[in-house]
């Protein structure tokens, strides 16, 4: 249960302080989608998969989250942009823009090392090219996740840490859950979720 307890509060942290907008929730859905197809693809296609879990979802989820979430001072949470920064348990903006920063250099990397440094044989051709880079950006994904989980190890404790990977690895499915309606209240004209249930 305490597992369980921990995964409602970092969801409902998650939700309340970085998924006020409601264009951001409607990216975040897409996203979801999008993830759920890269789950699918994953060992049947892992080129197609990678491709579209970092060009297509991870983009647009962090779109909603660098350019529509509201940075300035929380009031429905009565909280800094600084403070919620500082207790982020996953990826704050800071370190997104480093991972998100290795994510671009990749391709870049491999261009001009076609072995990259020694990992591949050379590759011959754009289709093999693409195939080395989605296992890289398989590889970062995956060493994101068990870096960050280790750390939190560390600063927090192991539960908290295999709760995290918990979270995002279900995230896609959570996000469809409770944002599914977000378009709809955009298309209405409300920017804004007006956080009812976080007030209350």
Do not use: C
């Not at 350019?67 to 990826?91: M, Q, R, T």
């Not at 398989?138 to 960050?148: E, P, Q, V």
């Amino acid at each position: 249960m305490k597992f369980l307890d921990e995964l409602r509060e970092q969801r409902w942290d998650d939700h309340r302080y970085y998924h006020q907008s409601r264009i951001n929730q409607s990216l975040h859905l897409i996203s979801a989608m999008s993830f759920v197809g890269a789950y699918a693809l994953l060992f049947v296609n892992p080129v197609m998969s990678a491709f579209l879990g970092w060009v297509v979802a991870m983009v647009t989820r962090q779109t909603g989250h660098f350019f529509f979430e509201p940075k300035g001072y929380d009031h429905i949470n009565d909280a800094s942009f600084e403070h919620k920064e500082d207790i982020k348990v996953g990826y704050n903006l800071k370190r997104k823009v480093v991972l998100l920063s290795i994510w671009i250099l990749l391709p870049v990397a491999l261009w001009i090392s076609p072995t990259f440094f020694g990992v591949f044989e050379p590759y011959i051709g754009t289709e093999q090219y693409l195939y080395n880079l989605s296992l890289l950006w398989l590889f970062l994904g995956g060493g994101a996740l068990l870096f960050r989980t280790i750390h939190l190890f560390f600063i927090y404790d192991v539960l908290a840490g295999l709760v995290w990977l918990t979270k995002i690895l279900t995230d896609p499915f959570h996000d469809i859950k409770i944002y599914h309606k977000s378009p709809f209240y955009l298309l209405k004209g409300e920017l804004q979720d007006p956080m009812h249930h976080v007030k209350s």
